[in-house]
C-alpha cells in the first residue's frame, strides 16, 4: 500500500520566529504514530500543515498522494482532525452536532445518516445520542469530539493532546479507542503522557524546538540497561572505574544513602564488566539492579543532548 503521509524537509516561519525546521518523514498505512515534545516544539504547528490549515513556508507533506497546498481540498477528505480544544456546539444534540459535521465533509441524506450512525456506535455513543453536548460530561465531549474526525472513513486520522482533561478511566477507554482506529485508519496522535504514547504507538517521533530529533525513539527504549547500583567505596574512585569502562554513558548519585548510583550504559554487557572493574578496583558492590531503559529516559537523553548542542 503506498504511503500515507511524506514530508520532506518541511519548515514554517512565523515572521522572524522559526517553528519548524526542515523536518522530513514518512507515515505508512496502519501505524499509530506518537508525536512527543515539549510545549512550543512545533507539534501544533506541524498538524496544522499536515492537515492544510497552514501551508509550509519551505518543503513540501502529500497526504494519501495529495499535495497539502495544491490540492488542500482532497487533503482535507483524507484526514479526520481532533483538535487539542475541540469545539462542540452547545445548542446542539449529539446526533445533531454529528450531522452537522457530515455535511460539511460532503455527506448528505441517508449516506450521512449511515456515517453519524456508524461513528456514534463505535465511540458508544447510543446513551447520549439524543443529549444537549453542554451536558456532556469531560469523556463523553471527547468522544463525541472523535466521533466528529472519524465520520467518513478518513484516510489518516489526527489526534491532538486526545486524553487532555481526562480522568484515568477515561484515559483508559480512550486508549483502548485509538487501538481500535488503527484497524481500519492510520494514526498520529500528539501528547504529553510519555506513558500514554508508549502504550499505545508503534512508532514514536519526538520534536524540540521545531526539529526531528528522531522518527522512532521506541527503537530505542529497551535497548539501553539501566542499572541500580549500591557500592562501598570513595566516590570518585567510583566515577572514575565506571568512566573507563566500555558502554557506561552515565553515572549520577541517587540522593538518600551515601554509594547509590543510576547508570546507564549501551546494553547488557557492559553490566559484567562494570562490577569486574569496580572489584578490581577496590570497590565493594553490595547490589546491581538492571532495567530496560524505557520512552521518559529515551526522551530525556535525545532533549537534553539536543540542548547541550545548541548551547
Not at 517553528?19 to 507515515?27: L, P, T
Not at 487539542?84 to 454529528?98: I, N, S
Request: proline letters at 4%; one cysteine or more; charged letters at 20%.
Amino acid at each position: 500500500m503506498a504511503t500515507v503521509v511524506s514530508a520532506q524537509n518541511v519548515t514554517k516561519w512565523y515572521g522572524p520566529r522559526r517553528a519548524v525546521a526542515d523536518v522530513s518523514f514518512a507515515i505508512e498505512p496502519g501505524e499509530i504514530i506518537g508525536l512527543l515534545g515539549p510545549n512550543g516544539s512545533g507539534k501544533s504547528t506541524l498538524f496544522r500543515m499536515l492537515c492544510g490549515y497552514l501551508a509550509p513556508s519551505a518543503g513540501s507533506i502529500s497526504v494519501a498522494g495529495h499535495d497539502v497546498v495544491t490540492d488542500s481540498l482532497a487533503v482535507r477528505q483524507a484526514i479526520g482532525y481532533l483538535p487539542e480544544h475541540a469545539p462542540l456546539y452547545d445548542h446542539m444534540r449529539v446526533g445533531e452536532f454529528l450531522n452537522f459535521m457530515a455535511n460539511i465533509k460532503g455527506l448528505s441524506g441517508a449516506e450521512a445518516r449511515r456515517a453519524v450512525a456508524a461513528a456514534a456506535e463505535r465511540l458508544a455513543l447510543g446513551e447520549v445520542f439524543r443529549l444537549p453536548t453542554r451536558k456532556l460530561s469531560r469523556g463523553y465531549r471527547q468522544r463525541v469530539s472523535i466521533a466528529q474526525a472519524i465520520l467518513g472513513e478518513p484516510t489518516l486520522i489526527v489526534l491532538d493532546e486526545p486524553t487532555s482533561g481526562l480522568d484515568p478511566h477515561q484515559v483508559i477507554g480512550v486508549r483502548e479507542l485509538i487501538r481500535s482506529l488503527a484497524e481500519r485508519h492510520t494514526v498520529i496522535l500528539a501528547s504529553h503522557g510519555l506513558a500514554e504514547i508508549e502504550k499505545i504507538a508503534s512508532r514514536v517521533m519526538i520534536l524540540l524546538d521545531g526539529r526531528l530529533l528522531t522518527g522512532d525513539a521506541l527503537a530505542g527504549a529497551g535497548e539501553g540497561l539501566r542499572l541500580g547500583l549500591r557500592v562501598i567505596g570513595d566516590d570518585a574512585t567510583v566515577r572514575r572505574v565506571c568512566a573507563g569502562v566500555p558502554g557506561i554513558r552515565s553515572v549520577a548519585a541517587l540522593g538518600g544513602e551515601a554509594g547509590t548510583y543510576l547508570v546507564e550504559t549501551d546494553g547488557p554487557a557492559a553490566a559484567p564488566a562494570l562490577v569486574a572493574a569496580l572489584v578490581a578496583g577496590g570497590i565493594a558492590v553490595r547490589e546491581l539492579v538492571e532495567g530496560a531503559t524505557d520512552l521518559e529516559q529515551v526522551f530525556l537523553d535525545l532533549t537534553q543532548r539536543a540542548r547541550k548542542a545548541v548551547a
